[in-house]
């Protein structure tokens, strides 16, 4: 067991002395960006001007999303639509408290209230056309709590592929619940029984890369990174299981809307949707109308409900998505806006 983590830790440094070495790049390129928003009034200017674009493109979202479920002649019961946007923070929260914790596994330590404000806050510009919007946003968010826009771009990175493989995993709930996976989700079946494998060897091998990492990048001329803590890790792991039950929570309520269920598909609906958000995350996001995430819930919806009903729920579901959060966003910043004269940055280590 000691040689096999031995060399996975060796491997794992060549892939993330290349990974350094790409972010050193992206540093740079970051670095002449910033020279120019020197100043606080100028990076405040750009970020609303960000959330002005962000507003248009989530009216238009609503507007187009609902027009195409209305052309489908079907009945809906809005108590359903309005419970599931209700409880939103259902899947928002949990999400939240991964980010924050994962923030905290790097060293990387401020306050919920802060990293769920500057969460809510870089959200919004997620649903402009382009990556770039939403990790710029948060990085701007993040410079004004003097964390190094660096390390904003790899937790995020980080964040990305942990969700990924949470999801793929959460996707195990398909099979459980009896239903399995037919020939033509075959590639979902594998990452899932991949994920878990390798979650489990990245949290066994936390202390053996703290001891080697730092000595093999100091030598070879690159910057230390900061210890992980372990227990964090499992804990962000944790939190996004939830987020993910959350989400198939929420997809269980809007689905009464629609199609009624019995409470012993929930397992079946969770996975669905940690299947659907691993594969859109893994591939990229989705363009404007049917994006990745709900062709792909649309399809493994359909084992459980006509396809008809299954491509009406995903984009259903995605209407609900973007009306909660442009209002449940709006409250948290409201909730979490700083009090005045009154200043947060990092918090002492303990």
Partial sequence: MTFILVEYASGFTDS?????????????????????????????????????ISIVFIAYAIRVNWNEIRAQEIQLDYRFIVLAILIYPAGMLPT?????????????VLPFR??????????????????????????????????????????????????????????????ISGLG???????????????????????????????????????????PIPKIHQGKLILTLSLMFIAWFGGGLILFVLTQSIYPMEFSKL???VGAWG???????????????????EITLSALLS??????????????????LTAGEFLWVLLFIWLTKKPPNKLEGPLPKS
Wanted: a positive charge; charged letters at 10%; zero cysteines.
């Fill in 16 to 52: 993330y002395i290349n990974y350094m070495s790409i972010r050193n790049s992206l540093e740079r390129a970051w670095g002449k960006l910033n020279s120019a928003f020197q100043y606080k009034r100028t990076r405040r200017i750009l970020f609303a001007f960000m959330l002005l």
């Fill in 96 to 108: 939240a408290a991964s980010w924050h914790s994962l923030l905290q596994t790097i060293g990387v």
């Fill in 114 to 175: 802060t990293n769920l404000r500057i969460y809510s806050l870089s959200s919004l510009p997620r649903h402009i056309p382009g990556f770039v919007w939403y990790i710029s946003s948060r990085s701007l968010l993040y410079k004004e709590e003097n964390v190094p826009v660096a390390t904003t771009l790899s937790t995020s990175g980080a964040e990305v592929i942990l969700l990924a493989l949470t999801g793929f995993l959460s996707a195990l709930m398909l099979l």
């Fill in 181 to 223: 996976l037919s020939t033509e989700f075959n590639s979902i079946r594998s990452a899932a029984y991949i994920a878990l494998p390798i979650l489990l060897l990245f949290i066994i091998s936390v202390p053996l890369m703290n001891r080697l990492l730092p000595n093999l990048l100091r030598r070879r001329g690159f910057s």
């Fill in 267 to 269: 397992p079946a609906l």
């Fill in 275 to 293: 299947a659907a958000g691993a594969v859109s995350l893994t591939i990229g996001i989705g363009i404007q109308g049917l994006g990745i995430r």
């Fill in 303 to 320: 084992l459980l409900m006509p396809p008809i009903l299954a491509i009406i729920l995903a984009i259903s579901f995605r209407l609900v």
